[in-house]
């Protein structure tokens, strides 16, 4: 059983930056670790992700080369730096775990609460 809590959500402004905290408890070493986002009437989507054993990560294209996901085996927490925001970053983040490699949020099985991120003009 794995359990999730978002943290660092809030208000920036256009071309801030915003760190997200996900706090894990449970046995996380062998998921597949995902950030995903859902704006309203919008389909949830991954963000970006990252296996926490080996560090393979992966992104969305609208977040390339300004996201940047990460964890700390230590604190069992799992990141996502957020740079140059955009208004069309607005959205409810979620922070999710799945047995396996995926941008479907169908293939995640725990999941945080959700925080919100709203980026202004």
């Known amino acids: 059983q794995v359990q999730l809590a978002e943290s660092g959500g809030g208000l920036v402004q256009a071309g801030g930056s915003l760190r997200l905290s996900c706090a894990a408890t449970g046995r996380t070493y062998n998921y597949n670790m995902g950030w995903f986002r859902q704006a309203p009437g919008k389909e949830r989507e991954l963000v970006a992700g990252i296996k926490w054993i080996d560090e393979d990560t992966y992104y969305t294209d609208s977040v390339k080369g300004r996201f940047t996901i990460s964890r700390d085996n230590a604190k069992n927490t799992l990141y996502l730096q957020m740079n140059s925001l955009k208004p069309e970053d607005t959205a409810v983040y979620y922070c999710?775990?799945?047995?396996?490699?995926?941008?479907?949020?169908?293939?995640?099985?725990?999941w945080g609460q959700g925080i919100q991120v709203t980026v202004q003009v």
């Open positions: 999710a775990a799945g047995r396996i490699r995926s941008y479907s949020h169908t293939d995640y099985d725990y």
